[in-house]
């Protein structure tokens, strides 16, 4: 019922820069998260950045500065600019949306996932 399609993922030198973009579509009443979390082989996935209702950004403390969430409502796009990147943050970065369906029903979707290596 909700569909997320991320782009923007690839390969990068360190301190190089990458956007990753995640679009959702479907039978969407209102989003009130949207973001990105990353999952490193053999580590836990873990939050990288989201928006909330009213704008509200969290990010990971670790990646403050470097790492910037914007997004387009009227789209329920949202961006993550990242830059400076390290070795470390390679992973593969997935895009979460949640909010309600029609009806108020709620949803938790998340993407398939877009890689981003960072070659050192």
């Known amino acids: 019922q909700v569909q997320l399609v991320e782009s923007g993922g690839g390969l990068v030198q360190a301190g190089g820069s990458l956007r990753l973009s995640c679009a959702a579509s479907?039978?969407?009443?209102?989003?009130?998260?949207m973001g990105w979390y990353r999952q490193a082989p053999g580590k836990q996935r873990e939050l990288v950045a989201r928006?909330?209702?009213?704008?509200?950004?969290n990010y990971a403390d670790s990646l403050k500065g470097r790492f910037t969430i914007s997004s387009d409502n009227a789209k329920n796009t949202v961006y993550l600019q990242m830059n400076s990147l390290k070795p470390e943050d390679t992973a593969v970065y997935y895009c979460?949306?949640?909010?309600?369906?029609?009806?108020?029903?709620?949803?938790?979707?998340w993407g398939q996932g877009t890689q981003v290596t960072v070659s050192s």
């Open positions: 979460n949306a949640a909010g309600l369906l029609g009806y108020a029903r709620p949803f938790d979707y």
């Open positions: 928006i909330i209702t009213g704008g509200i950004t």
């Open positions: 479907g039978s969407i009443f209102r989003i009130n998260a």
